[in-house]
T-cell receptor, first 117, second 113 residues
Framework: NAGVMQNPRHLVRRRGQEARLRCSPMKGHSHVYWYRQLPEEGLKFMVYLQKENIIDESGMPKERFSAEFPKEGPSILRIQQVVRGDSAAYFC???????????????FGPGTRLTVL | GESVGLHLPTLSVQEGDNSIINCAYSNSASDYFIWYKQESGKGPQFIIDIRSNMDKRQGQRVTVLLNKTVKHLSLQIAATQPGDSAVYFCAENSGGSNYKLTFGKGTLLTVNP
């Protein structure tokens, strides 16, 4: 069972460009989370999605950031007009639909490291 | 505000010793806690979890202790090995239908051979 996959692993953008980060959850998982990690800090929640639905985007900046999880294909985190402060590692996590003991754990992907020049 | 934090940012131990990493949380509604290990350049890796109806849970070489009275969580690693060197995060989930995790800042564990 493949783990959570993210691509690209490294992404370099110039200020003003767009960044697209992709996440494929573990097989059978229909819940996806995006987190952002600044150097030497813990992960900060950004957005929680289920297929075709945004459940909670309270951690995502109101402007320039958007996320989707279509019926088919990976989840996408999109950052428009990137600025230097967007440089960080972005992690995706997933877990199954059902909530019972043993399934609450979120499993993380390897992350995408975004560098804005 | 609600937060999860760690007492010590760094911990250095000798190979073979036991390690204890501590974590404090402030949300009394939290009902699920997880310890993650993060190696340089990688994503967080699940180590062990515990629910609020338990005080202790053991895994392979790891034990998590939960003290709800003082809102304290600890991770004990027995016979620490060089491969245990990493940053360790505690995370909590406040229950309900939203599973989002709140992470502490992390403790860097260094194991000296």
């Amino acid at each position: 069972n493949a783990g959570v996959m993210q691509n690209p692993r490294h992404l370099v953008r110039r200020r003003g460009q767009e960044a697209r980060l992709r996440c494929s959850p573990m097989k059978g998982h229909s819940h996806v989370y995006w987190y952002r990690q600044l150097p030497e800090e813990g992960l900060k929640f950004m957005v929680y999605l289920q297929k075709e639905n945004i459940i909670d985007e309270s951690g995502m900046p109101k402007e320039r950031f958007s996320a989707e999880f279509p019926k088919e294909g990976p989840s996408i985190l999109r950052i428009q007009q990137v600025v230097r402060g967007d440089s960080a590692a972005y992690f995706c996590a997933s877990h199954p639909a059902e909530r019972f003991p043993g399934t609450d754990t979120q499993y993380f992907g390897p992350g995408t490291r975004l560098t804005v020049l | 505000g609600e937060s999860v934090g760690l007492h010590l940012p760094t911990l250095s131990v000798q190979e073979g010793d036991n390690s204890i990493i501590n974590c404090a949380y402030s949300n009394s509604a939290s009902d699920y806690f997880i310890w993650y290990k993060q190696e340089s350049g990688k994503g967080p890796q699940f180590i062990i979890d515990i629910r609020s109806n338990m005080d202790k849970r053991q895994g392979q070489r790891v034990t998590v202790l939960l003290n709800k009275t003082v809102k304290h969580l600890s991770l004990q690693i027995a016979a620490t090995q060089p491969g245990d060197s990493a940053v360790y995060f505690c995370a909590e989930n406040s229950g309900g239908s939203n599973y989002k995790l709140t992470f502490g800042k992390g403790t860097l564990l260094t194991v000296n051979p």
